[in-house]
């Protein structure tokens, strides 16, 4: 009976974190709450198993429902809608926050050879790699680089580099860090923007991530034709951030699991705070993670080509 009533007690951690995702509420505690749910599918998982090891029925009825629900709220985040891809060529993207202190050239450079990309986007280039950068990115003849700023965790670029010709696309957003260009794909002309949003509160301000997002909308409207948003948007699809870019661009995110942060976690334990959004106008065909490259965020390989109609059922 003790175990049962532990067992049960122990589900409503998972329980709370899946009910405030469900609930679609903005409040800054709530939205707090919702993105833990890769963490609470993780740990009720454990807790069901737990429970048929030591063959109590009633637990396992308990906390297998608390991990449906779990599920049911994780879905959106994890299984999102790819767009039905058209025959023809596609390309690759490589998203990753460098993190501004790492200086791991050998590791960065092996990721993203790994990768095979198309197109790299990265974020927080500190002074320890920005150096290394022309090395890293030889493969990669067309470049954007921003200005070195300061702020966050320290003075850094962004960088967009292609095997296609890219052109700058302008991006001043007030409130954040952000890089846009237009690549000649071969799937044609396509945006590509890198943006790192700030930490949610408790750890700034509590308006600070809206007021980006707000701002990054505002620039979607100006943009024609398909385009792609990666960076660390340091929220996961399924919370507030990723329902006002839903609701308000229409842009869909790619699957997010396994987890991109904090990348000393196993991947599946991990949350997905590294984003990939998309316009309708392409389709995901595959989502993974790349090789480690020195960051506390693991990198993301998405691939897209042109999205069809689907075909009526």
């Not at 920005?130 to 200005?147: E, M, N, S």
């Not at 389709?283 to 689907?310: I, M, Y």
Request: proline share 8%.
């Amino acid at each position: 009976m003790f175990l049962t009533v532990a067992l049960v007690l122990l589900s409503g951690g998972p329980l709370a974190i899946a009910v405030a995702s469900l609930s679609a509420i903005g409040h800054r505690w709530v939205d707090i709450l919702a993105q833990f749910v890769g963490p609470a599918a993780v740990g009720a998982g454990l807790l069901v198993a737990t429970a048929l090891v030591l063959r109590l029925r009633a637990a396992t009825v308990a906390t297998g429902l608390v991990g449906f629900i779990v599920m049911v709220a994780g879905s959106p985040q994890w299984f999102p809608t790819k767009g039905w891809p058209a025959d023809g060529p596609g390309f690759t993207l490589y998203s990753a926050n460098l993190f501004v202190q790492n200086a791991d050239l050998p590791a960065i450079g092996t990721s993203i050879r790994q990768a095979n990309a198309d197109v790299v986007v990265l974020m927080e280039v500190g002074d320890a790699a920005r150096p290394g950068l022309d090395t890293v990115l030889a493969a990669y003849p067309h470049r954007i680089v921003t200005p070195r700023r300061a702020g966050g965790a320290g003075p850094s670029v962004f960088v967009i580099a292609s095997r296609w010709p890219l052109t700058e696309r302008r991006i001043e957003l007030m409130y954040m860090f952000a890089i846009a260009g237009e690549v000649q794909t071969p799937a044609g002309p396509v945006t590509v923007a890198g943006v790192h949003l700030t930490r949610p509160w408790p750890y700034q301000e509590q308006w600070g991530q809206i007021l980006q997002t707000q701002d990054l909308i505002d620039w979607l409207a100006t943009v024609d034709g398909p385009v792609v948003v990666a960076g660390d948007f340091n929220s996961v699809s399924s919370a507030r951030i990723g329902r006002m870019l839903r609701r308000e661009t229409g842009l869909v995110a790619a699957p997010g699991w396994p987890g991109t942060w904090p990348s000393a976690l196993p991947a599946w334990a991990g949350i997905t705070i590294d984003q990939v959004y998309r316009s309708p106008e392409l389709a995901v065909v595959e989502r993974r993670l790349g090789r480690p490259n020195g960051s506390d965020h693991r990198p993301v390989v998405t691939r897209f080509v042109k999205a069809q109609t689907p075909p009526a059922a």
